[in-house]
């Protein structure tokens, strides 16, 4: 469930493809390939974490809690996000919402320019960060808002129920006197569709899930509307980010981990044994990155450091 927004950089070494030739024959390596865990932490104590964002201005990270109960279509006003430190140290419990305003099953976060937006069933809400006033809009037949994204002003958000993107036009409507212009981005899809992320050419990507037997994999839909398959059926798919180098992160239920794709080596698990991987984050650290992934069905956070 996803989608969780986040903020990547360039970091050297690994985000710049690098080749070198070694030993006899001229053994090609891509230097991205060595991308390998050297740490992986776990904090506990979260209800049910959907989503985990990065606000680069504070250096802080917010966490979209179901709360008691793991039923992401249950209106029952038990939803918030938390502000996290980067070492998982709870800043504040509830941030959002502010008392009077309900949410129930929040999931994908996405934060830019002090702005959160985040999808909770049947709506997607934006929050200001400072003043932290809200304002939702309703989406028309969604039945599982699951994640969210930002392109271009437009803001996108997969309904995983539906088969269906919602595109909302202008994606900060927070003012009460802008009327957000809400449609269905395209035509239905074969796949539910989970995480959202913006591609290096800001054509939207798209990562593929479904409760059945049948596996997905990665899409990307341009601004036309031209669909393409960048990776083929993986897995069941939740939050995606593409690095600088053109990889992928994506986090997958059914091998209950997180996976690294490139188009020169293929696939790689970098992290196993989750119980439900869901929409992470990726932080530039040093030379290497920060990656924080929810677990919903564990309730905690790991936090995996990698490096090359």
Known sequence: MNRRITFIS???????????????GGIVHDACAMLRVISDQTVRGF????????????????????????QPKLKDEKGKISKVSLDGGMIEDQ?????????NKPKGIWIENGVLWVTDIDMVWVFDLNTRKGRPAALPGA????DATVIDNILFVSDSGRKRIYRVKPANFLEPDII????????E?????????????????????????????????????????????????DGLVQLEDGSILVTDWKSKSLIRWNRKTGMKQLATEFGGPADFCVIPEGKGLLVVV?????????????SR
């Open 143 to 146: 039945e599982f808002a699951n």
């Open 189 to 237: 899809l074969s796949f539910a569709p989970n995480g959202l992320y913006p591609s290096k050419s800001k054509a939207l990507l798209v990562a593929g899930y479904d409760n059945g037997d049948q596996d997905y994999g990665v899409y990307s839909i341009a601004a036309e509307e031209k669909f393409e398959t960048l990776i083929k059926n993986i897995g069941k798919l």
């Open 294 to 306: 929810p677990d919903l069905v564990k309730s905690e956070l790991r936090f995996i450091r990698l």
């Open 95 to 103: 941030y959002l919402p502010e008392k009077g305003v309900v949410l």
């Open 180 to 187: 957000p212009d809400v449609a269905i981005y395209g035509t």
């Open 47 to 70: 209800a049910h974490p959907e989503s985990v964002a990065f606000d680069p201005s504070e250096r802080v990270l917010f966490v979209s809690q179901f709360g008691s109960v793991l």
């Open 10 to 24: 360039t970091f050297a070494g690994c985000l710049v493809i690098l080749q070198m030739v070694i030993g006899i």
